[in-house]
Structures are given as structure tokens and as C-alpha cells.
């Protein structure tokens, strides 16, 4: 089993940064894929970016070029810095490990950007 857990949500005025954290309760090295998505009100949850266990990364095309997801195995966790925040980036985020063959997320940490 994983246990996630995020931090580092909060709020924020448009055009400001953020970095989110997702610390695992084991070894993220053996990890194949984890990821960031999102929920935004009345909406549903969609991928924000992902990391494959080779380094390997996808993002949303609304947040290609400002949102960077990396992996830090030594230190377990997860993160996703994001940069020139926009309101339509407001929701609650959500960090996301597959590990054998099993879908595990953290409670999601709520981003609110104010214009």
C-alpha cells in the first residue's frame, strides 16, 4: 500500500507560484507512475502532469509551460511547481501513485487563485 499525503496549497494572486508537495508513506523508486490531477468545482477530476519512473513527463495542455512535476526518490516525494497562476487553475489538487497495478491518492490540497 501507499499512503499520500499533499501539502503546500493555498492562495494566490494571478501571475504568483506555488509548489505543491506529495510525500509517500514508502519508497517512491519502485513507483512506476505518479501524477498530479485536479477538481475544480462542479467539474471533473482531470490530469494535471504526470512522471513515469524513468523521468518521463506529460502535461494537461493548459499548463504546458507553467507547471513542472518532478520526483525526488531519495526524499520520497512528489512535487509540482507552478508558475504565472491562473484563476481557471483554482481547484483542489490531488496526488496520484500506481503502484502494482493499484490507483492510491491523497486527500488533495485546495489551490485558490484570486485575479
Known amino acids: 500500500q501507499v499512503q499520500l499525503v499533499e501539502s503546500g496549497g493555498g492562495l494566490v494572486k494571478a501571475g504568483g507560484s506555488l509548489t505543491l508537495s506529495c510525500a509517500a508513506s514508502?519508497?517512491?523508486?519502485?513507483?512506476?507512475?505518479m501524477g498530479w490531477y485536479r477538481q475544480a468545482p462542479g467539474k471533473q477530476r482531470e490530469l494535471v502532469a504526470t512522471i513515469s519512473i524513468g523521468s518521463t513527463t506529460k502535461y494537461a495542455d493548459s499548463v504546458k509551460g507553467r507547471f513542472t512535476v518532478s520526483r525526488d526518490n531519495a526524499k520520497n516525494t512528489l512535487y509540482l511547481q507552478m508558475n504565472s497562476l491562473e484563476p481557471e487553475d483554482t481547484a483542489v489538487y490531488y496526488c496520484n501513485a500506481i503502484y502494482v497495478a493499484r490507483s492510491y491518492w491523497g486527500q488533495g490540497t485546495q489551490v485558490t487563485v484570486s485575479s
Open positions: 514508502r519508497t517512491i523508486f519502485s513507483i512506476n507512475a
